[in-house]
């Protein structure tokens, strides 16, 4: 069960998420408001270009590296015993289906 939920925008038919952080660039928005459709595509491909470059840069960042490591350990016993709580309810609801009770 995810926690996503696409929330469409009422005022613009926008996605809210993306609707807010467009509310916070209103210079951006006219300019690609006035692009033509090949313009719109060179601009996709370039923020996808930018994006590539930032994910490799986050890659290779030691700082964020060891936090993430850090999470990892920090996390990994609460981790664990949600994974013996879930295998428990996983096999439960198994053993009501075998005996017929779902």
Do not use: H, R
């Not at 996503?4 to 006219?30: A, C, I, N, R, Y």
């Amino acid at each position: 069960m995810s926690n996503k939920q696409v929330d469409d925008s009422e005022d613009t038919g926008f996605e809210k998420k993306w609707d807010k952080v467009l509310k916070t660039m209103p210079e951006m928005k006219d300019t690609l408001e006035g692009y033509s459709p090949e313009e719109l595509k060179k601009a996709i491909m370039d923020c996808e270009n930018n994006i590539y470059e930032t994910d490799k840069v986050m890659l290779n960042d030691s700082k964020l590296n060891a936090a993430k490591e850090l999470v990892k350990d920090y996390s990994s016993g609460y981790n664990e015993a949600k994974k013996v709580e879930m295998c428990k309810i996983k096999y439960s609801l198994f053993l009501l289906k075998e005996k017929g009770n779902i």
